[in-house]
């Protein structure tokens, strides 16, 4: 039976939540080692783990994966979760990369001043609302399909339900004005593995607080 | 016979010069639009092309793509730039991934006032040669073949060329201490259609110059 894939990362969401998001949808049981301390990742540097110095870092058949895209891309083709064809591909590698851009400035507004912070949220706000949301609410809306690409789940489903989520987050009426996407996320979230990693007591990270930041931004020296 | 792809974009590098290199390396045709004016954008805004507001965007095979990475991807799996298999693939996403951070850090800094746009290109060649040059030097001197992954010719190593010409480009010297590199730059510049898109009159677009940031600032209003 092959060895379950590795994930190292810090305790927290980051760059990696995506990748655990994909895992949970397929099903598929991982482990995780937690980077806490400056040691920890200097031994990962020295080893020659972390190819381009950077996390996340995840550990699957055999070979030693970075580049969040990269890595996201592999377990997408690997579980079916992918095209059928390059055609439904690349549309699917279109949405999922807008929805990883939008999470990713939440990432990295988390390490900002409190000021500055509550801007990057800002934004993010307005960008969900007049860019993302508006774009998938006519994908959905235009094929009447329950799924965004040729009527299959895909990583481009499993990623837009947790930008989703995670601009609820900030404020919880976002999807007032998007009712396909209200009952996207409904339908999505009702998916058993999805339900399962929604639980409390899975593996899913909760948002970033300042114990995290200041946890990650001791080991990366930031 | 199938229509050329048409690249859509301002006149400079940005984020569809790695789209000009895979496309010339492929030797596909390609034609190309240039955004100048205010009013362009906005009618392509309008015109509900831009999937999340954002360039570039490619017409290719019927579809209209954004997002550059899914871009890059697909034409890699249909230009036969890929792995040949997914483990294959991964590698090719990861060094990919990586070489295209690295660019679009030169690519920001044009935009950034003169003493930042110091600071980052300063930083820009320091990851080149104490983070990503290092790391490639060593995969080739490792497996001692021609090619970044599988002994064949591929996205990675398309990109690795464009990204060792612009760190050149801010510094002559930077290969250096990397000979392994050297040779490999000039064996892929000797590649024939690289060879011809490296020749002046081919559609490979200078560095940004001031002209150019001042063209796209004023169309993107920031």
Request: proline content about 5%.
């Amino acid at each position: 039976m092959a060895a379950k894939p590795k994930l190292d990362y810090f305790c927290g969401r980051g760059r990696m939540e995506s990748i655990r998001w994909l895992l949970a949808a397929a099903g598929v049981e991982f482990e995780e080692e937690f980077l806490e301390t400056r040691e920890q990742y200097e031994k990962l540097q020295k080893d020659g783990r972390l190819l381009f110095g950077q996390l996340p870092l995840v550990e699957i058949d055999g070979m030693v994966l970075s580049q969040t895209r990269a890595i996201l891309s592999y377990l997408a083709a690997k579980y079916n979760l992918h095209g059928k064809d390059l055609k439904e591909t690349v549309r699917i590698n279109m949405y999922a990369d807008g929805t990883l851009d939008l999470m990713t400035m939440a990432v990295l507004a988390a390490f900002k001043p409190p000021k500055e912070r509550e801007e990057d949220f800002a934004l993010i706000m307005k960008k969900a609302k007049s860019r993302y949301f508006p774009a998938f609410e006519k994908i959905l809306k235009d094929h009447g399909e329950g799924f965004l690409v040729g009527n299959k789940f895909s990583w481009a489903d499993i990623q837009l339900l947790e930008a989703i989520l995670m601009v609820e987050e900030l404020n919880a009426s976002v999807l007032s004005d998007f009712p396909l996407l209200k009952a996207f996320k409904t339908r999505i979230s009702n998916i058993p593995t999805i339900k399962k990693f929604l639980q409390p007591g899975s593996q899913r990270k909760p948002p970033p607080e300042s114990h995290y930041v200041e946890v990650v931004r001791n080991i990366l020296q930031l």
